[in-house]
């Protein structure tokens, strides 16, 4: 007999897209990795073939999930956690309870007597820390959250506004309009309009420390600026009164850079800003938190070898205090307090001859390029040790400030020798003297 008479033959294979014309649904492992949704989305094209609104919809909305699938598996390649949409009472109590207990246990090396009691708190301080990142992560993404952000950052604004201000005038009225093209012994020398000359100290500040020179350029050219020439302004060392002042002076340039940074350009002027203002939030709550704990200026006892455990311990510039009067600018040397600004535009013509002019950017071209190439070996010879390249770095522009410093004396007391012969003034010798 031939067996293969009795068999039942074999039913073909069906394809997918056979099975989709005739809406059916199947549960074989091809049909199983298919979601819900994009099975029932697939049906309804079906059923309402001659709809084209509405298969014109449903195709929008199949590319819509392929495209948020995509965007979750990469965000969890990253290693970001998506978030759950959790209320926001529910995720602030959440993290309240977790941070508690992770308080409780110390950390996730926390360790104990009993091994099997350390093993359990570990792997109990993992889950909290998995706990922490889901409702935290959920937290700040809730509609309250973000408004009670923007009402905090709208009072501390307000609490600030007045000695920001006042700040930017301080520095204000010790700096020429046009600190930019006077180097430090000018601005040393040159009488001030109130008949004063400018501390050593302070021109030192103001061309070293060249970040402050923005409080003499107008907001709107800082908006247009090239990223890399924010980036490669000098910021260390800058007081508290600084710091005010500065974002005093930036407090328009930073949202019109937020609202602009999808550009890649103004993103990293963004990126500076941020910068800017976190050191500034960060060095205003420390010393806030020193004033509240030792008493503000005026009332601020130090501790003394009879009273120890009295008063202020810190010494020097580790009390903030005394940090932020390191440089003085309670004085007034009677420069312009307010938005006054240096324009090339309507800048008057130079009085020196186009050769002196070419000379002079000459030897500043040079000078920069020496610089360089002084830090790059300064690098290699301190083999990248950056605190000991500062300290000679420092020591080097010491030496060249020293060597323009009598260069430019030299020639100034020939030309006032030169204008006023042989005579000597008493007015010539106090302004010798001060230089």
Not at 160 to 189: F, G, I, Y
Not at 282 to 310: F, I, M, W
């Amino acid at each position: 007999e031939d067996s293969s008479s009795d068999s039942v033959p074999s039913p073909k294979p069906t394809s997918v897209s056979a099975k989709y014309d005739t809406g059916l649904t199947d549960k074989r492992p091809l049909f199983a990795q298919k979601s819900l949704r994009a099975m029932s989305i697939r049906k309804i094209q079906v059923e309402n073939k001659d709809d084209a609104e509405l298969q014109r919809l449903l195709k929008e909305l199949e590319e819509a999930e392929k495209k948020q699938k995509k965007l979750e598996k990469q965000i969890q390649q990253a290693g970001l956690v998506i978030a759950e949409d959790i209320p926001y009472e529910e995720a602030k109590s959440h993290v309240e309870r977790v941070a508690i207990r992770m308080q409780e246990i110390g950390s996730s090396e926390v360790t104990h007597e009993d091994k099997a009691e350390q093993s359990k708190l570990r792997e109990e301080y993992f889950r909290l820390e998995q706990d922490m990142e889901k409702y935290n992560t959920a937290l700040v993404l809730t509609d309250e959250w973000i408004e009670e952000q923007e009402e905090i950052e709208q009072k501390w604004e307000e609490d600030n506004a007045a000695d920001n201000e006042e700040a930017l005038k301080k520095l204000r009225r010790h700096m020429p309009v046009n600190v930019k093209s006077l180097s430090e012994a000018q601005l040393c020398s040159d009488e001030s309009p109130n008949g004063k000359y400018l501390p050593k100290m302070i021109a030192k500040k103001f061309k070293r420390t060249n970040v402050l020179q923005l409080l003499r350029t107008s907001p709107e050219d800082i908006v247009r600026m090239h990223p890399s020439t924010l980036e490669n302004l000098r910021v260390t060392g800058l007081t508290l009164t600084e710091r005010r002042a500065i974002y005093a002076h930036l407090k328009d340039a930073g949202p019109r850079w937020k609202a602009m940074q999808a550009e890649q350009m103004t993103e990293r002027k963004w990126t500076w800003y941020k910068m800017m203002k976190t050191n500034f939030e960060e060095n205003l709550g420390s010393y806030l938190r020193h004033v509240a704990q030792y008493g503000p200026p005026g009332s601020h006892p130090y501790a003394t070898r009879d009273k120890p455990n009295e008063g202020c311990p810190l010494l020097g510039k580790q009390c903030h205090l005394k940090a932020d009067k390191l440089i003085d600018y309670d004085n007034d040397y009677g420069h312009s307090e307010e938005a006054e600004y240096e324009v090339s535009s309507v800048r008057k013509a130079d009085k020196e001859d186009p050769g002196a002019k070419a000379l002079r950017e000459a030897l500043e071209l040079t000078r920069e390029k020496k610089s360089g190439e002084r830090g790059t070996l300064m690098k290699q010879h301190y083999k990248g040790k950056l605190l000991q390249v500062s300290l000679a770095n420092g020591s080097c522009e010491s030496m060249d400030e020293s060597i323009d410093n009598m260069e430019f004396l030299r020639r100034k007391w020939i030309e006032d020798r030169l204008m006023n012969g042989e005579e000597v003034t008493d007015e010539l010798r106090r302004k010798e003297l001060s230089a």
